[in-house]
């Protein structure tokens, strides 16, 4: 099946501090991204979409200014949480899908510790 | 907008039993995309079961099936056979015209040796 690729697996930052999470479509190309987040024993919860090439679109109460999303190539999307605080602590999956497929390829996620 | 409930956030089989996680969904879309998937403690997202809505047989994969009920809007899961290494927290979801996939907070399933 279709790999996706999300790296850090794992990152601890200091509160103030920005970090960047990468997905990649390692052998399809991905016109949709989807970015969701997941607090411990809880559910996944969709933040944003991202079309390649246009900029995202954020869920409700996912603050856009804090969590950008870039998108700039078939086979890369980027989430960076901005001047993080310990309440960002958590575990961030993306989605990648192609075309009209409706396959769902989920990345590994990535677990973030703001310290 | 839709919903996805599961009413069952923990349950414990012994091994070989079977057993069955409930779900429950809401939406007015007409054709739509069922899923079960399972997250073990590496917390990788993987796809168990996958339902077609327009399709009025049963998805199955081998000790995997699904009863889905369209006019109820329940999509239940049954595990023949259960094996320890099916220990993992499993979610209802649900795709939407848009691709977006909807969650349900999970059930915890627990296999007794």
């Known amino acids: 099946g279709a790999v996706v690729s999300q790296h850090p697996s794992w990152v601890i930052c200091k509160s103030g501090t920005s970090v960047k999470i990468e997905c990649r479509s390692l052998?399809?190309?991905?016109?949709?991204m989807f970015w969701y987040r997941q607090f411990p024993k809880q559910s996944l919860m969709l933040m944003a979409t991202?079309?390649?090439?246009?900029?995202?679109?954020?869920e409700q109460g996912v603050e856009k200014d804090k969590f950008l999303i870039n998108h700039a190539s078939l086979t890369l999307s980027t989430l960076t949480v901005t001047s993080a605080h310990p309440e960002d602590s958590s575990f961030y999956i993306c989605r990648a899908k192609s075309g009209l497929n409706t396959e769902a390829f989920f990345g590994q996620g990535t677990r973030l510790t703001v310290v | 907008a839709q919903t996805v409930t599961q009413s069952q956030p923990e349950m414990s089989v012994q091994e070989a039993e079977t057993v069955t996680l409930s779900c429950t969904y809401d939406t007015s879309e007409s054709n739509y995309y069922l899923f079960w998937y399972k997250q073990p403690p590496s917390r990788q997202m993987i796809l168990v079961i996958r339902?077609?809505?327009?399709?009025?047989q049963n998805a199955t994969e081998n000790r995997f099936s699904v009863n889905f009920q369209k006019a109820a809007k329940s999509f239940s899961l049954k595990i023949s056979d259960s094996q320890l290494g099916d220990t993992a927290m499993y979610f209802c979801?649900?795709?939407?015209?848009?691709?977006?996939?909807?969650f349900g907070k999970g059930t915890r399933l627990h296999i007794l040796p």
């Open positions: 991202s079309n390649e090439g246009s900029k995202a679109t954020y």
């Open positions: 052998d399809f190309q991905a016109t949709t």
């Open positions: 339902q077609e809505a327009y399709k009025q």
């Open positions: 979801a649900f795709m939407r015209i848009d691709d977006k996939i909807i």
